[in-house]
Nanobody
Framework: QVQLVESGGGLVQPGGSLRLSCAASGSIFSIYHLNWYRQAPGKQRELVAAMPMTSGNTAYADSVKGRFTISRGNAKNTVYLQMNSLKPEDTAVYYC????????????WGQGTQVTVSS
């Protein structure tokens, strides 16, 4: 069974930075796609950053473009979300999402990590 575990969330002041980590473990043959989602209270879950593994290209929601960076970690099966210039509206539960071959393709979700931006 594949598991995704997020870490790095917490309380940060506006304008600050935070780096989220996601580690995948289990019977992983290949990681096809990595994504970060977030869900604020009373709002729909939204995609904030995506990275297809075949190309390494990245895509971002307009609300975070230029502030957030998704990247692969040096350790195997690890992805980061570097969050800079944080705003109160970035407050949400952030979820790691991955499309993984085991070798059958399936989407997996982490449990989520809380990010709170407040002074």
């Amino acid at each position: 069974q594949v598991q995704l575990v997020e870490s790095g969330g917490g309380l940060v002041q506006p304008g600050g930075s935070l780096r989220l980590s996601c580690a995948a473990s289990g019977s992983i043959f290949s990681i096809y796609h990595l994504n970060w989602y977030r869900q604020a209270p009373g709002k729909q879950r939204e995609l904030v950053a995506a990275m297809p593994m075949t190309s390494g290209n990245t895509a971002y929601a307009d609300s975070v473009k230029g502030r957030f960076t998704i990247s692969r970690g040096n350790a195997k099966n690890t992805v980061y979300l570097q969050m800079n210039s944080l705003k109160p509206e970035d407050t949400a539960v952030y979820y790691c999402n991955a499309v993984i071959a085991t070798p059958a393709l399936s989407a997996y979700w982490g449990q989520g990590t809380q990010v709170t931006v407040s002074s």
